[in-house]
């Protein structure tokens, strides 16, 4: 088996990562991991909602669910029983920039969940008949995640932070297009996507590295090449929107701006994240909740990815206490901008580095961290060089990302029990913010 070299990078590699780029262009990732008896493989193709047009939304999804549901060689509930007699549990999941397949068992196993999950991603039939029943399924599904005012606010935030752009489009898709979904449908979407340039085949576990890029390439090594499944990256909109939804008592609220994204200097967004919305001693909890009772949760994060980068807030809290609520949070936000606490600034620091400590402890986000580097880099950024990364932000740097937040325009998406004309008002207290 020829290999193609991994790029250089300005940190070398961790000693138990290994790249490998296949023939036809699948890479494989392992992960060794000496003191683990258990093995994580998972199966990432770059395909998701962002790669669908508006026809197509939510097939990604419906892809994930149907892949199970028989190959050319193994009936749905063959490839159930092959994995459970081995003791191993089987998942997938789909996100808006890629679909994951998943199995985690024991070490002594590995070649053979490489050789399943292969058989999962390149070999599936779609049934017809079964198709119809996971339709059901997926609809139930739907109507679950419609339901949720916490799920409704995020895909209103979407919208209102991407406009026309697919990385609006929901995950799970429209309930006509799920409707609709044809055998062909799934079929030709495969065909098209699931391309060797698309696939990474990840492993973590005590394994031999050689041995695993030999199983990825008798699993996927005729897998046929094809383009990449890049899409542009969109421009930020703003804006805000309301849904109410009867039966609940609570106001939810998504507030957020755009923020570099993974190839860019996103470094000191994450820092401001951390800092003002991570932990309970955090000016975001200790204003909001703490001081001034105004909700029971919120939190804030820096989503980063290849496409783009979001600062996002999101706060459970009372109809009533809304706009308190959402006025607290302007405040703070332009506190930031006036003076960087260095305690907090230490606080955000370490309160990073332990977070990227546990998902080094955790050989499933240890994957999808290393298959999100591979589909941006080309690489997986070592542990030293994400660290560097972090402990190289000052105060300065961390107001400056606070300043350049308030300079763009915001996008509020709230959701649940809504007092009428929130929309406009919370515009203006954004609005206020930003002079």
Known sequence: MSVSPVPSAPFAADPDTHLVTLPNGVRVVTLRLPNVESVQISVFVRTGSRHESRLLNGISHVVEHMAFKGTTSRSCQQINLDAERLGADVNAHTDKDHTAYHMRGLARDAARFVGMLGD????????EAELERERQVILHEFTEDEDDPLSTAYKLFDKLCFGNHPLAQPVIGTRRNIER?????LLGYVQRQYTAGNVIVAIAGNVDPDAMAREAEAAFGSM????????????????????????????HVVLGYPVPRLSEDHQAAVVAAALFGDGMSSPLMDEIRERRGLVYY???SADVFDLSGQFVIEASTSPSQLQECVAGIAGLLARQVER?????????RNQIAVRQLRTHERPVRRLEAAAQDVFAFGR?????????????????????????LL??????????????GTSHRLEELMAAARR
């Open 120 to 127: 999962i991603v390149r070999n599936s039939t779609f049934p």
């Open 380 to 404: 997986v950024r070592s542990r030293a060089e994400m660290a560097a990364g972090i402990e190289a932000v000052n105060a300065e740097q961390v107001r400056q990302a606070f300043e350049a």
């Open 298 to 300: 919120a939190s804030c």
């Open 340 to 348: 960087i606490d260095p305690v907090d600034l230490e606080r955000a």
């Open 181 to 185: 979904f044809t055998r062909d449908d």
């Open 224 to 251: 046929p090449g094809g383009p990449e499944n890049v899409v542009p990256p969109p421009a930020h909109v703003g804006g805000a929107a309301t849904k109410r939804q009867p039966g609940f008592s609570q106001t």
């Open 407 to 420: 300079q763009a325009k915001p996008a509020i998406a709230v959701a649940g029990k809504v007092p009428a």
